[in-house]
T-cell receptor
Framework: NAGVTQTPKFQVLKTGQSMTLQCAQD?????MSWYRQDPGMGLRLIHY???????DQGEVPNGYNVSRSTTEDFPLRLLSAAPSQTSVYFC?????????????FGSGTRLTVV | AQKITQTQPGMFVQEKEAVTLDCTYD???????LFWYKQPSSGEMIFLIY??????QNATEGRYSLNFQKARKSANLVISASQLGDSAMYFC??????????????FGSGTRLSIRP
């Protein structure tokens, strides 16, 4: 039972480069989300999905794209990396339905843009 | 729009004392859920406790309890008999029941709790 798996754990990018952060869950969760956490701050929602083929923007979507072709996978794409995107990125998933289901989080990806 | 506010950026508490971490929220949805997560220095997010807006009793999970005051829109986390391992960042979060928002959980800015031996 792997839970939520994020890869890579660490990444250094040069300004302007693009990359994809991978997220996979094996719990058959309908909901998946991407958050970013800047030093000393809370988590801000980037994009989220309620199921395969359905995604929506969160609080800070600019510079990021997502797609959800399967229930299991929810990759986050950085189109043209900027130093302001230096952050820790968390992927999370949850059952739909009753509110008592909170999110299960991956271990995070620490991204540095130089 | 839903909003979570945590007004205590940092707290220091003596080991074995009880501690209360404050959380206030704002929502127009009568159906919502409130969560507390712990983030130790290792970085993972650990679910601690849940309170539903229609729950009649305050939630408890071991040494964690939630002081839920619906009229005041507050959901404070109480940790009894604090331990050194409780030193961490604590986040309050909310999920609304409205079908358009139920998939989103938003977080407060967090409180860094430090336990003194």
């Amino acid at each position: 039972n792997a839970g939520v798996t994020q890869t890579p754990k660490f990444q250094v990018l040069k300004t302007g480069q693009s990359m994809t952060l991978q997220c996979a869950q094996d719990m058959n969760h309908e909901y998946m989300s991407w958050y970013r956490q800047d030093p000393g701050m809370g988590l801000r929602l980037i994009h989220y999905s309620v199921g395969a083929g359905i995604t929506d923007q969160g609080e800070v979507p600019n510079g990021y794209n997502v797609s959800r072709s399967t229930t299991e996978d929810f990759p986050l794409r950085l189109l043209s990396a900027a130093p302001s995107q230096t952050s820790v990125y968390f992927c999370a998933s949850s059952y739909g339905g009753p509110l008592r289901y909170g999110y299960t989080f991956g271990s995070g990806t620490r991204l540095t843009v130089v | 729009a839903q909003k979570i506010t945590q007004t205590q950026p940092g707290m220091f508490v003596q080991e074995k004392e009880a501690v209360t971490l404050d959380c206030t929220y704002d929502t127009s949805d009568p159906s919502y859920g409130l969560f507390w997560y712990k983030q130790p220095s290792s970085g993972e997010m650990i679910f601690l406790i849940y309170q539903g807006s229609y729950d009649q009793q305050n939630a408890t999970e071991g040494r964690y309890s939630l002081n839920f005051q619906k009229a005041r829109k507050s959901a404070n986390l109480v940790i009894s008999a604090s331990q050194l391992g409780d030193s961490a960042m604590y986040f309050c979060a909310m999920r609304e029941g409205n079908s358009g928002s139920a998939s989103k959980i938003i977080f407060g800015s967090g409180t860094r709790l430090s336990i003194r031996p």
